[in-house]
């Protein structure tokens, strides 16, 4: 049980001092370069204050859009171990500053590579894109932002005019038509109309037996008055009765 337990410390050690203390950081990913101000390829070394990962060689390049690769430049770093320190991890910045050729776009991926007795690590990369110019500050701003508040202020203005002339005006209106409501829901509900006078026809219907029995009445007491008129027959049959009285005579 013991020796296994060796083994197994002894493959850790092992695992450690092949690398295992070693790294490269490429931070921030992406990053805006202008070519008069030069390309920074960022690139942090960790390792261990050992002899053999105190000395060591970096490498720069970049690929293209069109997946080209261009070597930059390469250097070799030999670093003190400080005292007290030995078998301490440390990480230090070694990143580089070069001036890109103006003919030729320079945007693309850098890299950093490090490279060591028996191991070697490199970043994944940094994103640059070069811009000959900066982005340029128009004045134009401030135009569109004094354009939209004065905007904005007539907007405020006109919708506040609009409010009060609806207070002025409709509101009036509406005030007076629930008065008018208000009105007719109080006044009391109408007397109920007289019946219509009975048609022409009828009273002529109701009255004609008694317009016959008053004419008729009226015939009877005018009979007896007129009958004076009547006594020329008599004289005519007192004359005939005179004349054959006369003739008998004779």
């Not at 004065?150 to 409709?170: E, N």
């Not at 022409?200 to 008694?210: A, K, P, R, S």
Request: hydrophobic share 30%; aromatic share 10%.
């Amino acid at each position: 049980m013991a020796s296994s337990l060796k083994v197994i410390f002894l493959f850790l050690w092992l695992l450690q001092c092949g690398g295992g203390n070693v790294d490269v950081q490429q931070k921030p990913p992406i990053q805006v370069a202008l070519l008069k101000e030069g390309i920074t390829i960022p690139c942090e070394v960790t390792f261990s204050y050992m002899p053999k990962y105190t000395k060591f060689s970096i490498f720069y390049y970049w690929i293209n859009s069109l997946g080209q690769k261009t070597s930059i430049c390469n250097r070799s770093e030999k670093v003190l171990i400080p005292a007290g320190k030995e078998n301490q991890t440390v990480t230090q910045s070694y990143s580089h500053t070069f001036m890109p050729s103006q003919s030729t776009s320079s945007t693309g991926t850098y890299y950093c590579k490090v490279e060591w007795h028996d191991t070697q690590k490199t970043g994944k990369g940094v994103f640059v894109l070069a811009r000959g110019t900066g982005y340029p500050e128009t004045s134009s701003g401030w135009k569109i932002l004094v354009t939209l508040t004065t905007l904005l202020a007539l907007l405020s203005i006109t919708a506040t005019v609009l409010l009060l002339w609806k207070r002025k005006v409709l509101c009036p209106r509406m005030n007076q038509l629930n008065i008018l409501r208000h009105k007719v829901e109080t006044q009391p509900p109408p007397a109920s109309p007289p019946p219509p006078p009975p048609p022409v026809y009828d009273c002529l219907d109701l009255h004609q037996v008694e317009v016959y029995s008053s004419l008729e009445d009226n015939t009877k007491n005018l009979s007896p008055k007129k009958s004076p008129p009547r006594k020329t027959p008599k004289k005519k049959a007192s004359l005939e009765e005179s004349s054959d009285t006369l003739y008998e005579n004779i």
